[in-house]
């Protein structure tokens, strides 16, 4: 089975900034998508950013221009740079491995952002 370890998040002011990190252990397979999901009180998970393995990008509207996705496939790991942070960014934050037709997540991490 596949693992994913999240760590990052927090309390950050308007205009600051975070970094996540989500570490895939278990049977990994060498194609595969890792994203960013996140879910505001009362409403739905939405794609953050997400990236594959070679590299394509895609990210949520709200947050182009802000959020920087990366990973590094030798260490099965994706980061999430979040900067300039608004209050609209807060909820519980998600890391996703999408392979061969399975899903797996993280357990969350919540980030808050005050105004």
């Known amino acids: 089975q596949v693992r994913l370890v999240e760590s990052g998040g927090g309390l950050v002011q308007t205009g600051g900034s975070l970094r996540f990190s989500c570490a895939a252990s278990?049977?990994?397979?060498?194609?595969?998508?890792m994203a960013w999901y996140r879910q505001a009180p009362g409403k739905q998970r939405e794609l953050v950013a997400s990236?594959?393995?070679?590299?394509?990008?895609n990210y949520g509207d709200s947050v182009k221009g802000r959020f920087t996705i990366s990973r590094n496939n030798a260490k099965n790991t994706v980061y999430l740079q979040m900067n300039s942070l608004k209050p609209e960014d807060t909820g519980v934050y998600y890391c996703?491995?999408?392979?061969?037709?399975?899903?797996?997540w993280g357990q969350g991490t919540q980030v808050t952002v005050s105004s």
């Open positions: 996703k491995l999408e392979a061969v037709g399975f899903d797996y």
């Open positions: 990236m594959t393995t070679s590299g394509t990008t």
């Open positions: 278990g049977i990994i397979f060498s194609i595969n998508t």
